[in-house]
Each structure stands twice: as C-alpha cells, then as structure tokens.
C-alpha cells in the first residue's frame, strides 16, 4: 500500500494536457461544503446511472442518452475527488487511496453488468470485458510496488478516453444499431464487437506488459546477485 502510494504517477494521454491545466480550477471553484467523499460518492450514483440507461434500452435506445449523462458525471466525480482534495490540501492518502480504488473497481463492475443485461451486448462479452479491466489494473498495483511507477495510461489512452469512446459509441447506437455478424446463430451487435475490442486490448497489454516487467524485474535481481 505504501509503496503504490508514494509510486510515480505516469499519466500520458491525448487529454491529459487538458484536465491538468483545467482540473484545478474547477476544483478551485466548488463550494467549501463540497467534500471529496461528496465526489466519490456522486461518481458511484453515476456509474449506477450509466447502468441503469443500458438496461432501459429494452425499451428504447434513446435511453443511451441517460448513459451518456452518467459517463459525464462520472468523469466530473472520479476526476475531481483527488483533485479536490489536493487543491485544499486535504490529503488522506491510505483513506483515499483505498476508496478511489474500490469505487473505480465497483464501477466498471456495474456499468458493465448493465450493458450486459441490456439488449445491446451479450453478458459474456461485459464479463469479459471486466475480467480484462481487472487483470489490468492488478497489473497496474503488483508494477506500482515493484517498480515504482503507477501508470494510468497506455498508448496515450486513460480512463477519460475510454469514456469518450463508449459515449461516441453510445451515440451511433442511439440512432444506429444493426447486427453486425452472427455467430452460431447469435447475433453480435456494434456493442458486442466494442466490449470485445476493449477486452482484448485490456488482456495484450496485460500479457505483454507482465511477461516484458518479468524479464526485467528478474535482470534487476539477478543484478544484485553480483554486488554480494
């Protein structure tokens, strides 16, 4: 825990540049009674809200726009939290460390169950979508202690590029939904084919990223065979 605590934050995305210059002066801007657990928490009814818009598009994929809504909104609490707290110099490291992590985790688990159990993606292709999340962000934290870095982005994409890639996605669904294939006699929608795209990027990176770390994690340790 402490050693991913003090890792070097590595953050390289197409909008990076932006949210550090912008973040601050938002968080600067909320109200003194705004807390950062107030922004966790509205991230956490977000996710619920994203949820919730893809299992109403049983009923009409204008409900996607209610996904969006959230996508938004859970972008403004999961970015602002820690920037809040940094801005006012309210810090609670092992604190917010702890509930950051767990309330990300909590909600990839359920704005993938609700995509799931929508008509729009089959539950297998959400499951795998979060197994692959998960298997990254293990990744992430076993690499935050043993190297030092704490790495958020790869090839310049984050979390805030996989929600404007979900939004967009969400848009074309809104007004365009076809069956793109059919496997087996199942039909794979333009969601499916998106979920699954994501996951197996999730899991190649994952497996290139640990197999390349352990290489050289070992070259390090058999380094220090020699200094004795």
Do not use: Q
């Amino acid at each position: 825990m402490d050693d991913d605590k003090k890792a070097k934050r590595v953050i390289d995305t197409l909008t990076g540049p932006w949210e550090k210059r912008n973040l601050p002066k938002m968080a600067e801007a909320l109200p003194g009674w705004i807390t950062s657990d107030h922004l966790t928490f509205l991230g956490i009814i977000a996710a619920f809200v994203i949820g919730v818009g893809y299992v109403l598009t049983r009923f009409s994929t204008w409900w996607l726009w209610l996904s969006n809504f959230g996508l938004v909104v859970h972008w403004y609490g999961d970015s602002l939290d820690g920037t809040l707290a940094r801005v006012r110099h309210r810090e609670r490291e092992k604190y917010g460390y702890f509930v950051d992590h767990i309330s990300d985790a909590w909600a990839i688990l359920i704005i993938c169950l609700g995509m799931g159990a929508s008509p729009l993606m089959d539950m297998r292709v959400a499951l795998f979508l979060v197994i692959g999340y998960f298997l990254l962000n293990i990744y992430v934290h076993i690499m935050a202690y043993t190297s030092g870095i704490f790495r958020i982005s790869y090839g310049r994409l984050g979390p805030t590029e996989v929600r404007m890639f979900i939004f967009a996605i969400n848009i074309v669904l809104i007004f365009w939904n076809p069956r793109v294939v059919s496997f087996r006699g199942a039909p794979i929608t333009a969601l499916d084919l998106a979920g699954l795209a994501l996951g197996v990027l999730f899991v190649i990176i994952f497996v290139i990223s640990s197999i390349r770390d352990a290489i050289k994690l070992d070259r390090l340790d058999r380094v220090r065979w020699e200094d004795k």
